[in-house]
């Protein structure tokens, strides 16, 4: 099953309409959203990109394979695109990674990938049709996204290619504390680990089928110290404790958890359907959800923050809530659906959604970064 995200327009559209949506992003003006004032738009670094680009030139490509290419099926480059189809202008984004202001990834449906320089999207050829749904990254040159039919893709820097995974299952989430620890979750209670070579399955402990695990796990999150903690879309959570992973079950009846973010006190916040908001602190959980009936409550779809008491939601209405403890949550309509958010500041955090919605927070206003349709003449 995977997350519920929208899985309708497969469309197994060309990856060449990637084009529309990055080319003309250079010329695109930024629209604010509403009742917010339009921020001075972001300035690139003065490096001109990631701080691997000169590093790369230098060092040349005739190098030994390492063990993460000797463990890919295909190679991929990464190319700018050209062609115009009105497909890029309505395909979804589920998640975003962001390392700083002038680099920041993108993925979502029929294998999208962009990346944004701090002044344009760039479209990057993933070789794949299927809908990308998690993305995470140790280092620029360290990026693993993750999606349907058990798709892992790996990003050294230059170039995308496909990881051998040894499931078809699709996968929700992906996680780590360095290059050589990620963790892949996803459908059927599947749990992927990458030890620096190769992919291997986990076990998830066996009292798991009283909780339902076999509909699916949503996300994962791990501390740098190693700790690892994934949700389920069957109210419940999971440690992971000497390789097999046990589940405990939350206490609000019928929710679906669907993102979470970890910080490194240990606190852990989760968010999914019904309002649901389910927090470790210490060695305690705590939860609250919606009471009222399930068409009256909103779905939580992503979660992050800076600490445990600044975090910010994306749900259902569209909106995105700010959370800050001791004080009410501020709400901020969002002009399409979110699916995926992540920042790596308080003052440059990424949301993305529906129909190529890209959102950026400066610090004081959300506006929007993602293209407009280019006007051609006649």
Known sequence: MGIDLPRSKLG???IAVMAVFLVECAGGSKRTLPTLAKPTPPVASSAGGPPQ??????????????????????????????????????SDLFAVWAFADYLVYAVGESGSIVQWNGHVWTPQYSGTVR????????????????????????????SWSQQRTGTTHSLSGVHGHDAKYVWAVGDQGTVLRWNGSTWLAEKVADNASRYSLTYSLSAVWTSRSGEAWSVSSSN????????????????????????????????????????????KTGSSWSHSCCDSDYEECERY??????????????????????LETGRDMKTQPAPKSL???????????????????????????????????????E
Not at 61 to 77: D, L, Y
Not at 303 to 322: C, K, L
């Open 131 to 158: 809908h990308l749904r998690g993305i995470w990254g140790a280092d620029p040159k360290h990026i693993w996204a993750v999606g349907d039919s058990g798709t892992v893709l790996f990003f050294d820097g230059s």
């Open 301 to 322: 779809f992503g979660i992050w923050g800076t600490d445990a008491n600044h975090v910010w939601i994306i749900d259902s209405v569209p909106q995105i809530r700010y």
């Open 339 to 377: 699916f995926g958010i992540h920042g790596f500041r308080k003052n440059s955090i990424w949301a993305v959604g529906a129909d190529a919605t890209i959102l950026q927070f400066d610090g004081t206003d959300w506006f929007r970064t993602d293209p407009e349709r280019p006007q051609v003449k």
């Open 236 to 279: 419940t959570v999971l440690k992971r404790r000497d390789g097999i992973w046990e589940p405990t079950p939350i206490e609000c009846p019928d929710d679906h958890l669907i993102g979470m973010v970890g910080f490194e006190d240990g606190g852990i916040k989760a968010v999914g359907s019904h309002n649901a908001i389910t927090e």
């Open 53 to 90: 680009a000169a590093e790369d030139k230098a060092t040349g490509t005739n190098r030994e394979p390492s063990a993460v290419q000797r463990a890919t099926t295909t190679q991929t480059s990464v190319a700018p695109l050209t062609a115009h189809d009105p497909f890029l202008f309505r």
């Open 12 to 14: 197994y559209a060309s």
